[in-house]
């Protein structure tokens, strides 16, 4: 079952009401008969932006984690329990930790997914924590949140910052655009957006770039035309990208109508930021934790479902946030429970989880962050082109084949995480 709002289509609260006596129990006992009421489910929590900047990306969020329910509902549930899902607005970091906790507290949920910024999800797994619930968090890049900002109960599906510029700036090296080269920087003003341009300086310094210059952009910005005027006075070999959500999409767009030269590159990106722009105005090369073009078995077939179930390919949030409910469910199967410990316990086994690429991907035990492989990608020529979807060329795996998968991730030693 599944009690969500926007393109989730499945079971809502006014249908629950319509059941019988559904009205008078909510009357004389609240919202909480309705959990009391429905045992033989397995509820989880789904929380990511739906509004703001990044509502169109937590729009593919859900459809992504509602497509997965469906299929696991539709296979049996989970030891012999269908999964409910209550899919909400998580708006900003004060209402995501109040629905968390009401998630939690009132609706009883044995575990919360979703999120794609960073504070937001800083402010979910707090409440996690300290009920001591699995967040499987999909979006939110911020190393901080694997590394002192960690949490014994919070997983990282999407990959941190420093995971997309060392796959980004594998590409940059290859192109000579690193070493003794000058970076002009666009970052959003919030969580992310700092520790994204933290983290890009550090790469620059390691490797040899000036990146001295750089402006911050509120995130309710539309108009980029004074920041692309500064990069125009500044002429510099690189402009490099620390932009979120719809931002990425109005810049590429602004920056293609001045008709400035200067290579882009992205320290973050998600391929709706590229759909919203077009083909004509894309250009750069940036990182990718998922494409809807890889040749796998598993990839194809998600690829597939979505596109029947929702008439358009997955993005790679969708991904992040179906992925995370498969391994939720897999993780309750195999420990056949849905206590909070047991689930985390899995999960910091080791288990070994197809990740719908070419390699299967695992959680490290002491910062949670899913270790997997990595892309850039770059515009792909307008003949190679088959619908208004492939307007994306998706590079090599970072790490290549055989190489470690944590090489492109803090190491260890670099980390302030400390799970307890």
């Not at 009132?106 to 937001?120: C, K, W």
């Not at 979006?139 to 990282?156: I, P, Q």
């Not at 690189?238 to 030269?261: C, D, H, M, P, R």
């Not at 040749?295 to 479902?305: E, L, N």
Request: glycine residues 10%; hydrophobic residues 40%.
């Amino acid at each position: 079952m599944i009690y969500a709002k926007g393109p989730a289509k499945g079971l809502t609260r006014r249908a629950i009401l319509k059941g019988s006596a559904g009205a008078a129990a909510l009357a004389t006992i609240g919202a909480p008969a309705i959990v009391q009421a429905q045992s033989d489910v397995i509820r989880i929590g789904h929380l990511t932006p739906r509004t703001g900047f990044l509502g169109p990306l937590g729009e593919y969020g859900v459809m992504g984690v509602t497509l997965a329910t469906e299929e696991i509902n539709a296979a049996g549930g989970v030891l012999g329990r269908k999964i409910e899902l209550l899919a909400e607005d998580s708006v900003n970091p004060s209402t995501a930790s109040t629905k968390a906790d009401r998630m939690i507290g009132r609706d009883q949920v044995i575990a919360i997914l979703g999120e794609i910024s960073s504070a937001s999800g800083l402010a979910i797994s707090q409440v996690a924590g300290r009920e001591k619930k699995p967040f499987i968090q999909t979006g939110c890049n911020s190393d901080e949140l694997r590394g002192k900002s960690c949490n014994r109960y919070m997983f990282h599906i999407e990959g941190a910052n420093t995971m997309y510029i060392n796959a980004v700036g594998d590409s940059l090296r290859r192109e000579g655009l690193v070493k003794d080269k000058k970076w002009f920087g666009l970052t959003a003003d919030y969580a992310y957006g700092h520790d994204l341009l933290a983290v890009s300086r550090r790469y620059a310094e390691r490797n040899g770039a000036d990146f001295s210059q750089n402006e911050l952009v509120p995130t309710d910005s539309t108009d980029f035309s004074p920041f692309i005027l500064k990069i125009r006075r500044a002429r510099p070999d690189v402009v490099v990208s620390n932009l979120a959500g719809n931002q990425i999409t109005n810049f590429i767009k602004q920056y293609k109508e001045y008709g400035l030269e200067y290579p882009l590159a992205g320290g973050g990106f998600d391929t709706a930021a590229a759909w919203g722009a077009g083909p004509e105005a894309f250009a750069g090369i940036w990182p990718a934790i998922w494409h809807h073009t890889l040749d796998t078995p598993s990839a194809k077939a998600f690829t597939a479902a979505f596109t029947k179930r929702w008439g358009k390919p997955p993005e790679n949030q969708a991904w992040g946030d179906y992925l995370g409910m498969k391994i939720l469910a897999r993780a309750i199967e195999e420990t056949k429970s849905t206590e909070g410990d047991a689930i985390v316990q899995h999960l910091e086994s080791g288990a070994k989880f197809d990740v719908l690429k070419g390699r299967e991907g695992y959680f490290r035990s002491w910062d949670h962050q899913l270790m997997n492989e990595m892309y850039s990608i770059r515009p792909k020529p307008r003949d190679k082109q088959a619908d208004q979807w492939d307007m994306l060329l998706l590079g090599d795996p970072v790490p290549g084949p055989g190489d470690d998968l944590e090489s492109i991730a803090t190491s260890r030693s670099d980390s302030a995480c400390s799970l307890g």
